[in-house]
């Protein structure tokens, strides 16, 4: 039953993913997230946002039967990318171990 039950969700995933896909939306990450790039986006100018609308789903499978579970989702991109911040730190006569130090993420060692 365990084995069939991977069998079932998988295929569930399979449709729900072709369906998202003849919508024009994209996976993004592991996890069933799915955006449309394409349309159109909200855009937060004051912090240089997009906004992207999406979706995220999940199917489990129980005693009792499927549970398909979708919910509306926002991602939040970011309009400038590294290399254009790098580019502004180094207008603004960053050195290139600065600019490391601004760009890296620090991590707590304990």
């Keep these: 039953m365990q084995s069939e039950s991977k069998y079932i969700i998988d295929f569930v995933n399979k449709i729900i993913k072709r369906c998202v896909y003849e919508m024009d939306y994209k996976q993004l990450g592991k996890l069933p997230k799915f955006f449309?790039?394409?349309?159109?986006q909200e855009s937060i100018e004051e912090y240089n946002l997009f906004v992207w609308r999406g979706y995220t789903c999940q199917v489990k499978l129980f005693n009792d039967g499927l549970f398909l579970n979708i919910e509306a989702?926002?991602?939040?991109?970011?309009?400038?990318?590294?290399?254009?911040?790098?580019?502004?730190?180094?207008?603004?006569?960053?050195?290139d171990s600065e600019i490391s130090k601004l760009l890296t993420p620090k991590y707590d060692e304990s």
């Design 73 to 95: 989702s926002s991602r939040f991109v970011n309009k400038q990318t590294v290399l254009d911040r790098i580019n502004e730190l180094r207008r603004s006569r960053y050195s």
């Design 36 to 40: 449309n790039p394409h349309k159109s």
